[in-house]
């Protein structure tokens, strides 16, 4: 059974980069043919998916973000992170990494349990 856990700072000041690691067991980030994606979720906004990163290494990245953002992998350590620059309040969210069969929000079963991040000064 695959299980993925967020891991990184819980407050990035404005300006900076917010980066953000998740760890996959159960299951290799190169093995058959998923995605593995970052989503955000905030009161204001809902759910949001940010980018993901296949297991063929490619990525694809939501329109709105796509100029701040950059997924990537180590797969020596089954990781894949996330690097959000120029953050501002406005990206102050739960983030969560998750597993799907295409790029987007996928089934809730297959996400982390989702890390806090506030952007503050």
């Known amino acids: 059974q695959v299980q993925l856990q967020e891991s990184g700072p819980g407050l990035v000041k404005p300006s900076q980069t917010l980066s953000l690691t998740c760890t996959v067991s159960?299951?290799?980030?190169?093995?058959?043919?998923?995605?593995w994606t970052w989503i955000r979720q905030s009161p204001g906004k809902g759910v949001e998916w940010i980018g993901s990163?296949?297991?063929?290494?490619?990525?694809s990245y939501s329109p709105s973000l796509k100029s701040r953002t950059s997924i990537s992998r180590d797969t020596s350590k089954n990781q894949f992170t996330l690097q959000l620059d120029s953050v501002t309040p406005e990206d102050t969210a739960v983030y969560y990494c998750?597993?799907?069969?295409?790029?987007?929000?996928?089934?809730?079963?297959?996400w982390g349990q989702g890390t806090q991040v506030t952007v503050s000064s």
């Open positions: 998750a597993r799907g069969s295409r790029p987007g929000v996928s089934d809730r079963a297959y």
């Open positions: 990163i296949g297991t063929g290494g490619s990525t």
């Open positions: 159960g299951a290799s980030i190169t093995f058959a043919y998923f995605y």
